[in-house]
């Protein structure tokens, strides 16, 4: 007769409780989504630190009554560049459109914007990323959309650009202006 060991059933118990990871993480909600502590909540503070001869951005900025869309993004950032096109399409459209340029040289900022264009009606400048941080952003580029009364509405992880831009940022900036 042979012997029963404990260790036997070991391998199916872990295969059991894997399985029921599994379907317990297909369950969740969208996986791309990267949740904010922010949403519904008041913008935190922006930098007061500006670029010169460039418009300052004011945490007054935020709360005018009108919708912001506050763009984190740095010239040595490529994703940053791929979606400068879609910023100052929606400046063209007559958006507000604030930038906060973080972990970044004053002078490699200004020249990016000398040369692409400087969407942003207002602007703030960080260089050691404390903004960034209080703002719970992880890589440039992230947007968030704020109401006009300072309340973040949507945070936005990556460049605004093709379906992603389509399907899941214009959306919610179409809801938040009420369109």
Known sequence: MAKFSPLMIAPPVLFAFLVGLFVVGM????????????IDQPAPPVPEKG???RTLLTDADLRTGDVTIV???AS????????????????????????????????????YLNDDGDPFFALGFDPKG?????????????????????????????????SDY???FRPELDKALGR
């Not at 400068?84 to 200004?110: M, S, W």
């Not at 580029?141 to 936005?156: K, N, S």
Request: charged share 20%; proline share 9%; glycine share 12%.
């Open 27 to 38: 369950q969740r909600g969208d996986p791309d989504a990267l949740p904010s502590v922010f």
């Open 51 to 53: 670029l010169e001869g």
């Open 71 to 73: 763009n984190f993004w």
């Open 76 to 111: 040595w950032c490529p994703p940053c560049r791929a979606e400068h096109p879609t910023l100052k399409a929606l400046t063209g459209e007559g958006l507000r459109v604030a930038g906060i340029n973080f972990k970044d040289g004053a002078a490699q900022a200004q020249s």
């Open 130 to 162: 404390a903004s960034a941080i209080d703002w719970g952003v992880t890589a440039p580029p992230e947007t968030f959309i704020v109401d006009g009364d300072g309340t973040v509405l949507f945070r936005f992880a990556g460049p605004l650009i093709g």
């Open 166 to 168: 389509e399907q899941r």
